[in-house]
């Protein structure tokens, strides 16, 4: 499945952060033994949103963010066909995501949007290439994603009143993983324009396009703190992918993870004091919380 090459190319290692104390201690926060992937954590700090596979099943799925929390599907139309990469609304009404509508050998991706208890089930982008990586702006009045309707992967955002879409980036290279900055001026995302994955930034609009990372590992998976001025990403540049965190100008890069597992999809807490991940550190993978030390 087309939406699942980015994702498999960067989950092959990985690590956690701190900047003053590298003794910080993860949590382990699930037990369940599957595959799991794209995390998102509420606007209420009270739960995280991730995609599991189970029983053969692509679904999307919530946890308490403590330790030894239940995973509990989120339940919408059509429970047989694959949904996954959710992201909270800012309100944490409602989530959106990826559905995929199993037809021919890839299926046809389009966004949804249903309520955060799995009812109420609407489409906001239809199927017209591949559609992925659904990111509200933090206002909630606009969408960024990813769709390949133009040839490659590339990044653009939808006025959610009136429908009108606007491609924001037009570059020969890859550009996925969008996330915005929570003031909404910014958007950071990963591109290929430069040969291997890095880092980049925008304005909102697409214009100012700034390169963040300059490595000859891949930098993927970027997402703003709280308040803007880090950045944590998912880099092999140790040898296996950890997460890293860096200043939102690209500055002070340091690993929080550091281990031999794959440690994935950062996300931050909503007090910007604690970043949650996936990683395979005891075997399966499993969702991690960490503190972590940023700038205020």
């Known amino acids: 499945m087309h939406c699942l090459i980015p994702m498999m190319c960067v989950l092959l290692g990985g690590s956690v952060h701190q900047v003053k104390d590298d003794a910080a201690v993860a949590v382990k926060i699930t037990k369940d033994g599957s595959f799991k992937s794209h995390l998102s954590w509420s606007p209420d700090g009270k739960k995280l949103l991730f995609t599991r596979i189970h029983q053969g099943k692509m679904e999307l799925c919530t946890a308490k963010a403590e330790n030894n929390s239940e995973v509990v599907p989120l339940v919408v139309p059509s429970p047989n066909t694959p949904h996954f990469d959710g992201h909270w609304s800012p309100d944490g009404k409602s989530v959106v995501y990826v559905h995929d509508i199993l037809q021919g050998t890839d299926g046809k991706l389009q966004i949804n949007e249903v309520s955060s208890d799995g009812t109420g089930a609407k489409v906001l982008v239809p199927h017209k290439a591949f559609e992925e990586s659904p990111r509200p702006s ?89 308040n803007g001025k880090s950045i944590a990403f998912t880099s092999n540049r140790t040898g296996s992918y950890n997460i890293f965190v860096m200043n939102e100008d690209g500055t002070g890069v340091r690993n929080i993870t550091n281990n031999k597992a794959v440690n994935n999809f950062a996300t931050w807490s909503p007090d910007g004091k604690k970043i949650a991940f996936i990683s395979n550190s005891q075997g399966s993978y499993e969702i991690y919380i960490q503190s972590v030390l940023t700038n205020n």
């Open 138 to 226: 933090p206002d909630g009045r606009r969408l960024a994603w990813v769709s390949t309707r133009d040839g490659n992967q590339e990044i653009y955002s939808m006025e959610l009143g009136d429908q009108k879409i606007q491609r924001l980036t037009q570059d020969q290279g890859f550009d996925n993983n969008p996330n915005w900055k929570p003031d909404g001026s910014r958007i950071v995302f990963s591109s290929s324009r430069f040969g291997n994955f890095e880092i980049c930034s925008m304005r909102k609009d697409g214009t100012g396009v700034l390169r963040l990372t300059n490595d000859i590992s891949i930098d993927v998976w970027p997402v703003y703190s709280p």
